[in-house]
């Protein structure tokens, strides 16, 4: 019986680490007023299997919106609203996000987040730096090793979670 609960521990750590983290929005601050979270975005990092977890009060939702609705704190096209307390949104595409809060003014002041998700084993940083001498057009530069291949981490948590779930099988 052990052995069952050490292989089922095995599995649920291994699932973790292949399927992303929940990421607390403003850290400490949650979900709210005075929070800069252009900033606090710019330290993160989101991949694909990662889900945002917004706190916040009940004068509060989380509405997300398309880019030009983020631009201008605009809750009239809604992609999903939530309220409640507690929301979590799985990050299960690559590419830019965004949210706000609808309650007047809060958006304006600052109350809003985007994201930009990348591939699950992707190892570029979140907010890329332009190259001082851009390629000349019609010519692309060569793939870096890290888009030519999976890392070495992501290969690691497949090999553990295929070992966990074999092992499982076999008690």
């Excluded at 291994?14 to 900033?39: K, P």
């Excluded at 694909?48 to 004068?59: E, H, I, K, R, T």
């Amino acid at each position: 019986m052990a052995m069952k609960a050490a292989a089922v521990f095995v599995v649920l750590i291994a699932v973790r680490a292949v399927y992303g983290a929940d990421i607390i929005v403003g850290g400490n601050s949650g979900w709210s007023q005075g929070v800069d979270y252009d900033t606090w975005a710019a330290g993160q990092k989101f991949n694909v299997g990662d889900a945002l977890v917004f706190n916040y009060g009940g004068s509060h939702s989380v509405d997300e919106v398309k880019e030009a609705d983020y631009t201008a704190c605009s809750s009239s096209s809604v992609i999903k609203s939530h309220t409640g307390g507690t929301t979590s949104i799985p990050l299960s595409a690559v590419g830019p996000r965004y949210f706000i809060c609808s309650t007047i003014g809060h958006c304006a002041s600052g109350m809003k987040l985007q994201v930009n998700v990348l591939a699950a084993n992707s190892t570029q940083n979140p907010t890329p730096t332009p190259t001082a001498n851009p390629p000349p057009t019609g010519t692309q530069p060569p793939p870096s090793p890290s888009a030519a291949a999976p890392s070495a981490f992501f290969t690691l948590n497949h090999f553990i979670f295929g070992a966990s779930v074999a092992t499982l099988f076999a008690l």
